[in-house]
């Protein structure tokens, strides 16, 4: 195809229910009672850290509840209980760096928690700049190279712990990597999150990270739940300790340490522009039309596999607009979450300890 001027737009899904945001599809697949046994036998991060006075700790609460979600709401509450500062009207890293500019002293920034409800598929909610793109390695790159955020002033330390409490974040390399670029001082900062589901609120724990575990379907067209559990005990072979079916009619944790489902949209807009090329607008009778056209396409092709979701879970439409053909698709995602508890004892929740390696990594 000849001068084809192709824009893509992969939106954050509408939130069904709270805590859903799930990682990459292709993550190491793990048994939570295994991951709980190393858990529990693993060292802590015992590093002896340059005895430095520091600020109070501090928690940016970098959004507004939408829908059936309470999850900022549910995580104020957590760190007000902790008596730790909350920063509230943070919507962007923008602004977020310059309330701690404005903010330090003599003393650097200890702990810095961001708690942001974010959706691993397509990106953060957080926006890089004051009303500009949300946050993805490639959107928070572009406006590090543009030189839009402000810099980090001499707030912080090579000791100080920038710790993202959202969804399966640390799955994501490259972001965290781009994240760490833009917390660079003259001493840079550890960035800290999880692979894990941050849960807020619950019942048992307040606070408690949850392993999870995906199925899609094109959204409005679900095969049902029996022939979904089938799909995502193929899946997850290795997983003996859940009933997928009941999990998945299961939407939360009914005593400590049950699975249960969440769910949200993925959608993905494509729009390629026709008005100099010299080839017709194509036209589609049927999904499958609309697939094999993408798979042709390896631009396309590529922002597919970059969500990690097979192009036939998605729902496919299609229109023309003067010389545009816009394609959109739509999946939707059920995620199971097992929560992460003690391999022995009474049974309960591991602590969301970020000073644990086998729960939090540190870029």
């Known amino acids: 195809m000849k001068n084809v001027i192709r824009k893509t737009n992969v939106a954050f899904a509408t939130l069904v229910i709270l805590g859903i945001f799930a990682s990459c599809d292709n993550r190491p697949k793990k048994e939570t009672k295994q991951v709980a046994e190393i858990v529990e036998m693993s060292a802590f991060d015992n590093t002896q850290l ?84 949300t946050i993805t390695a490639e959107t928070l790159r572009k406006n590090i190279t543009q030189g839009k955020l402000p810099s980090l002033k001499s707030v912080v330390n090579s000791n100080t712990n920038i710790i993202f409490h959202s969804q399966g974040l640390a799955e994501n390399t490259e972001l965290m990597k781009t994240i760490k670029d833009a917390f660079v001082a003259n001493e840079t900062p550890n960035i800290v999150a999880t692979q894990y589901y941050n849960v807020f609120g619950g019942e048992f724990k307040k606070h408690y990270l949850a ?38 009619n299961n939407e939360e944790e009914r005593y400590v340490g049950e699975a249960y489902t969440q769910q949200f949209n993925v959608p993905v807009k494509f729009e390629l522009d026709y008005h100099n090329s010299d080839e017709a607008i194509p036209t589609f009778t049927m999904q499958e039309e609309i697939m094999d056209f993408i798979e042709e396409m390896p631009e396309l092709q590529r922002e597919i596999k970059a969500l990690n979701i097979p192009v036939d879970k998605f729902r496919w439409t299609w229109d023309i607009e003067n010389s545009q053909l816009i394609i959109k698709g739509k999946t939707t995602v059920l995620t199971v979450l097992k929560p992460v508890t003690k391999p022995y004892g009474d049974l309960e929740h591991v602590e969301p300890d970020t000073k644990n390696k086998r729960l939090y990594a540190m870029k």
């Open 211 to 248: 392993q999870p575990y995906y199925v899609f379907y094109p959204t409005a067209h679900s095969p049902g739940k029996i022939d979904l559990s089938k799909e995502i005990a193929r899946k997850y072979s290795e997983e003996k300790e859940i009933n997928w079916f009941d999990a998945l």
């Open 50 to 133: 340059e005895d430095v006075a520091t600020q109070e700790p501090i928690v940016f609460i970098t959004g507004i509840d939408k829908s059936n979600s309470d999850f900022y709401k549910n995580a104020r509450t957590y760190f007000k209980e902790k008596k730790l500062k909350i920063v509230e009207g943070a919507y962007s890293l923008e602004e977020i760096i310059t309330w701690m500019n404005d903010n330090g002293d003599s003393k650097p920034f200890g702990e810095v928690h961001i708690v942001n409800y974010n959706n691993p598929f397509t990106g953060m909610s957080l926006e890089t700049v004051v009303n500009g793109e």
